[in-house]
Each structure stands twice: as C-alpha cells, then as structure tokens.
C-alpha cells in the first residue's frame, strides 16, 4: 500500500507541475499530442520517441539536469533502450513518420502550444529551429 500511496503522490505533483525542474510545463509533451491528433499515435509511444532526441539536445543547453537524470537514473541511451524493451517506438520512423512529416508536426505544435513570441514558453524557450532539430535528430 505504501508504493501505491507514493506512486498516486508522485503522479499527482507530476501532473500539477510541482515537479517541474523549472520548464513551468513540458513543451515536448505538447508536441507529443500533435503526433497523437494528426498521427494517432498514442501518448506514451508519443514520448517514448520525442524525449531521447529532446534531452540529447537540451543536455547540450541546460546539462544540469539531464547530468543529474544519468548520474541517478540511467543514461539516456539506457532509457531508450529501456522504453524499446517494452516495445515502444523510440524514433518517428519507428512510428512510421519521415522527415516529410516534420513541417506539419512543427505546425501543429505552433497552432496549440507557441506563445504570441512564437516561441514554446519554457526554460529556455524552444524556437521553430530549434525543434525541427530535435525532430530531425528524432528520426
């Protein structure tokens, strides 16, 4: 019972931002749910290809904490080993998407999650450019 409690808690301050590492909310989670309304792909397999591209990137620009997440969870070519051991796409070729695909998905995301800067509102704030990069490296 004890797990249960702790894992309801943590999905609960998870899901109210209380444990945000300061991003306010997760833009790749955003984009996750346009590969879910123009692709249907569902919204974990959603993450599972987004997120190894997306922290590689941010590593370079924010290390602190993606350094943390390998140093005390796994690196992240562990956690997208581990995410495929489930059987969940990893790429966005694995889910069936081409670099064809990258405009429309980059529109989506600016239709329902940029700000009137044209910018994904989090630390530190995602251009255009810089996720058609991550989605490149996604493939």
Known sequence: EDSRTELMWAAT???NGWASPGDAWTPIHQVGHVL?????INH?????????AWMNYFKRIKPAPYERFEREVMSIADFKAFMSRFGL???LS??????ENIPE????AKDV??????????NPPVTTEMLIEVLKAAL
């Open 44 to 52: 974990g397999s959603s993450l599972a290809v987004l997120m190894p």
């Open 89 to 91: 796409p990893t790429s």
């Open 13 to 15: 301050c998870g899901i």
């Open 113 to 122: 999650a940029f700000n009137a800067d044209g910018v994904l509102s989090c």
């Open 94 to 99: 694995e889910a069936g998407l081409t670099e």
């Open 105 to 108: 998905i980059v529109q989506g």
């Open 36 to 40: 879910t309304a123009l692709y249907g």
